[in-house]
């Protein structure tokens, strides 16, 4: 199984950016794919972005598309979100998640490992 320790969230106001960082370990990085996935107080777990093991291919929600950006450095076994231009409603706790399990890559059934969260807060 993989571990996965996210980092770079925090308070910022709207407009402002964000980089989150997830580092990986426990099993050949770039061999799997990855997404963002956030939780707002009271609500599921939604997907935010997702990228292939090769990083040729990525997926984004409408509700962040042409804000948010994933990447990966598979030489730093590391993932990123970089996030433009945020608005309140982007408040939640962003979570990394590893390893597709084959259910597709915009659910949360669609990993298998996950990490413990960083919380971004955008304050209007």
């Known amino acids: 199984q993989v571990q996965l320790v996210e980092s770079g969230g925090g308070l910022v106001q709207a407009g402002g950016s964000l980089r989150l960082s997830c580092a990986a370990s426990g099993r050949t990085f770039m061999s799997y794919a990855m997404g963002w996935f956030r939780q707002a107080p009271g609500k599921e777990r939604d997907f935010v972005a997702a990228i292939k093991w090769s990083g040729g291919s990525t997926y984004y929600a409408d509700s962040v598309k042409g804000r948010f950006t994933i990447f990966r450095d598979n030489a730093k076994n590391t993932l990123y979100l970089q996030m433009n231009s945020l608005k309140p409603e982007d408040t939640a706790i962003y979570f990394c998640?590893?390893?597709?399990?084959?259910?597709?890559?915009?659910?949360?059934?669609?990993?298998?490992?996950w990490g413990q969260g960083t919380q971004v807060t955008v304050s209007s």
């Open positions: 998640a590893a390893e597709s399990t084959g259910s597709g890559y915009m659910t949360v059934q669609g990993f298998r490992s």
